[in-house]
């Protein structure tokens, strides 16, 4: 199994930035991709961004391609999701994930292992 704890969410003004942190633990050599997603109240789980944990290729969600960066630390197992230019739509729980090959896929249902959640809020 792979464990998946988030932090660093909070409350921001609209223009700010916040970064997110995700560690993971557990059986962390089966992990090949790490993924972020968020959930707003109301809405389906949506994909925000993704990092292969080795070499680091990345890909993004339109909605945040240039104002937000995915990164991983290998030696700290740790993956980061910086986010600039805050807007109110970037409100809600952002969630962690991993799934074990290197594609970097878009769908929740293709993501094994999940986080508990971290809350951004973004005021206008």
């Known amino acids: 199994q792979v464990q998946l704890v988030e932090s660093g969410g909070g409350l921001v003004q609209a223009g700010g930035s916040l970064r997110v942190s995700c560690a993971a633990s557990?059986?962390?050599?089966?992990?090949?991709?790490m993924g972020w997603f968020r959930q707003a109240p109301g809405k389906e789980r949506e994909f925000v961004a993704a990092?292969?944990?080795?070499?680091?290729?990345?890909t993004y969600a339109d909605s945040v391609k240039g104002r937000f960066t995915i990164s991983r630390d290998n030696a700290k197992n740790t993956v980061y999701l910086q986010m600039n230019s805050l807007k109110p739509e970037d409100t809600a729980v952002y969630y962690c994930?991993?799934?074990?090959?290197?594609?970097?896929?878009?769908?929740?249902?293709?993501?094994?292992?999940w986080g508990q959640g971290t809350q951004v809020t973004v005021s206008s």
């Open positions: 994930a991993a799934r074990t090959d290197s594609r970097l896929l878009v769908r929740p249902d293709q993501y094994a292992y």
């Open positions: 557990g059986r962390t050599f089966s992990v090949y991709t």
């Open positions: 990092v292969r944990w080795s070499g680091g290729s990345t």
